[in-house]
């Protein structure tokens, strides 16, 4: 019986998904997905999804924010990093942006408000949330990961030398196909084209989450924090990166 495995990756308005059969490696399946439940209740049902997404959301924000944001910005090091600070639980939920933004303010110390780039991507936060909240029995499936975090680990805690947008964008991703398949995915899965809807660079983010997902069902993924914190629905708190490259 397959034992599936997936990544998931927010893309213009729904989410890019890979999933892989861990007994099989060679059988993978590659899906535009309107909904996370979509993917999680699928007959092809992965038992372990890395998703590129914020799980766990503080009542009030204090200081820098969530210990897992402040230990992904931290490993990451001097780069600037796309970790964006995750808005309070009620700003999340706010019905529009001049609702968060206020939401924002009065429930974080010092006060601040997201960004209208920030305020556009929550609706992604804002379903998993909801999600995980009415359907406590998939939180064992479901994990934070972190792109950036996820390649910058699998370059061996370099920094990768090109982004994956802008002039250097074909070199950006034909570097993090290259760590792909070198942290063990088929190179047939890593050089498909997208499904349609979905960008190249968000079909490989995608898998970038599925490397994490892999490490997080042989219990070697590392933990960003070691020690995890949980907001006040018992949610974790942290980032996921692949595990020991050695």
Known sequence: MPRWIAGLDGCRGAWAGVRLDLDEPERFRAKRFVTVADLLD??????????????????????????????????????RSSVFPVPPRSAVHAPDYE???????????????????????????????????????IRARLYEVHPEVAFFRLNRDRRLQAGKKGPRRQEGLEERRRLLIGAGLPDVLVRSDPPRGIGRDDHIDAMAALIVARDIASGHALPLPPTIERDAHGLPIVIWAPGDLS
């Open 42 to 79: 699928a007959p092809e049902a992965p038992a372990v999804v890395g998703i590129d997404v914020p799980i766990g959301l503080l009542d009030r924000v204090i200081g820098s924010g969530r210990t897992a944001d402040r230990a992904a910005r931290l490993f990451l090091g001097a780069q």
């Open 99 to 137: 609702a968060a933004k206020a939401l924002s303010r009065a429930h974080s110390d010092p006060p601040f408000a997201p960004s209208i780039q920030c305020w556009n991507i929550l609706r992604y936060v804002r379903e998993v949330d909801a999600l995980l909240l009415r359907r406590p029995e």
